[in-house]
Each structure stands twice: as structure tokens, then as C-alpha cells.
């Protein structure tokens, strides 16, 4: 199987499962990743610099109409939902708040599954509430790969728990496991 596009999402202590997974993530890796991590709008950093200046993988914040390219991981920005249009590129929504969160990761998830199908993995890490569950249960409905952080060693289980109790989950990885399964996957083993 060839998958075209990642999608990940987390919530609290997302940002250091982030760095765990990216700072490992080989520098030639050729499929797009889009993350959505749980931040407050008052949140005055900017995640995607903040962990290009610690990984080899490029990564920026995703923009309004943008091709999602081989070699990027791209960053929802706070206070939009990030969205897969069928064009393969992004857009961001202001519509409310979903599992009390903008941005959230079920609509990454939902939209990139209707785009990308059985081309897709979908992966769920530390965080503190359901979200995600829903949209990785699509992923799976539509022939994607599904794969959850441990929840017994996740800083916050509650995220990667309920992915497995709604949706299944193809592998239950623990973080430090993740980057060396996706390397893993473009290489062909």
C-alpha cells in the first residue's frame, strides 16, 4: 500500500509527544503530515517554529489554500479547524468549536479521510479528551491505518483510549515507537 498523507492530532502534552515523534522522522520522509495540537487562542507561540528549530523535517503552519507537498509536516493554526479539500489542499474554518476545541482533530481527520481513503494513516497521541475517536473511526470505515499512542504511557490517556474504545486501532505504538513504524513505511518494510 502507498499511503499519500498523515494526519495526527494530540492535546495535553502534545507538544513534547511532537518533538518525540518528529525528531525522528527521517530527513528524506515523503509523505505530508498534518497535525492538529490542542492550543489556546491566547496561546502566543508559534508551535510549527518552535519545533522546526528542534527537528530535521521541515515544518510550517499550514496556510489557507495550500498544497499539502511530500516532506512537510504543516501545523494547524490556533483558533481554525484545519480542513482536506478534494483538491488536496487546505482550508481553515472558524466554525465553532468541536469536543471544546478550535482546532479539533476530527474535522482534520474526517475531511483527510474522504480525500485520501485506504492512502491514509491516521494517528492518535497524548491527550485529555474524545477528540479524534471520531475521525479516526472514519479513517478506518474508509480503508485507512489507524494507530494510537499506548494509553498506559501516555502523559494524558484519555485521547488514546477513546480511540481505541470507539474506533479500533491497527497498531497501539508506544511514542518512541511511532517515528521508527512510519520511517518504516516509506522504506518499505
Do not use: W
Given at each position: 500500500?502507498?499511503?499519500?498523507a498523515?494526519?495526527m492530532?494530540?492535546?495535553?502534552?502534545?507538544?513534547d509527544?511532537?518533538?518525540?515523534?518528529?525528531?525522528?522522522?527521517?530527513?528524506?520522509?515523503?509523505?505530508?503530515?498534518?497535525?492538529?495540537?490542542?492550543?489556546?487562542?491566547?496561546?502566543q507561540?508559534?508551535?510549527?517554529?518552535?519545533?522546526?528549530s528542534?527537528v530535521?523535517?521541515?515544518?510550517?503552519?499550514?496556510?489557507e489554500?495550500?498544497?499539502?507537498c511530500?516532506?512537510?509536516?504543516?501545523?494547524?493554526p490556533?483558533?481554525?479547524?484545519?480542513?482536506?479539500?478534494?483538491d488536496?489542499?487546505f482550508?481553515?474554518?472558524?466554525?465553532?468549536?468541536?469536543?471544546?476545541s478550535?482546532?479539533?482533530?476530527?474535522?482534520?481527520?474526517?475531511?483527510?479521510?474522504?480525500?485520501?481513503?485506504?492512502?491514509?494513516?491516521?494517528?492518535?497521541?497524548t491527550?485529555s479528551?474524545?477528540?479524534?475517536?471520531?475521525?479516526l473511526?472514519?479513517?478506518?470505515?474508509?480503508?485507512?491505518?489507524?494507530?494510537?499512542?499506548?494509553?498506559?504511557?501516555?502523559?494524558?490517556?484519555?485521547?488514546?483510549?477513546?480511540?481505541?474504545?470507539?474506533?479500533?486501532?491497527?497498531?497501539?505504538?508506544?511514542l518512541?515507537?511511532?517515528?521508527e513504524?512510519?520511517?518504516?513505511?516509506?522504506?518499505?518494510?
Amino acid at each position: 500500500m502507498e499511503y499519500r498523507a498523515i494526519v495526527m492530532g494530540c492535546s495535553a502534552g502534545g507538544f513534547d509527544a511532537l518533538e518525540t515523534v518528529l525528531r525522528k522522522i527521517d530527513r528524506d520522509f515523503q509523505i505530508p503530515i498534518a497535525v492538529v495540537q490542542h492550543v489556546s487562542p491566547d496561546f502566543q507561540n508559534n508551535i510549527a517554529c518552535l519545533l522546526n528549530s528542534r527537528v530535521d523535517i521541515n515544518i510550517k503552519e499550514a496556510e489557507e489554500k495550500e498544497k499539502l507537498c511530500r516532506g512537510n509536516v504543516y501545523i494547524a493554526p490556533r483558533d481554525y479547524h484545519l480542513l482536506v479539500e478534494d483538491d488536496e489542499t487546505f482550508s481553515l474554518s472558524m466554525e465553532p468549536h468541536v469536543n471544546f476545541s478550535r482546532p479539533s482533530v476530527d474535522p482534520l481527520f474526517e475531511s483527510a479521510a474522504d480525500v485520501y481513503r485506504e492512502s491514509l494513516i491516521g494517528i492518535i497521541l497524548t491527550g485529555s479528551n474524545h477528540d479524534g475517536s471520531e475521525g479516526l473511526k472514519r479513517i478506518k470505515k474508509l480503508g485507512g491505518m489507524s494507530i494510537v499512542q499506548n494509553p498506559d504511557t501516555a502523559y494524558a490517556f484519555e485521547m488514546p483510549r477513546a480511540a481505541i474504545e470507539t474506533a479500533g486501532a491497527d497498531y497501539i505504538l508506544e511514542l518512541d515507537e511511532v517515528s521508527e513504524f512510519l520511517n518504516g513505511i516509506v522504506k518499505g518494510r
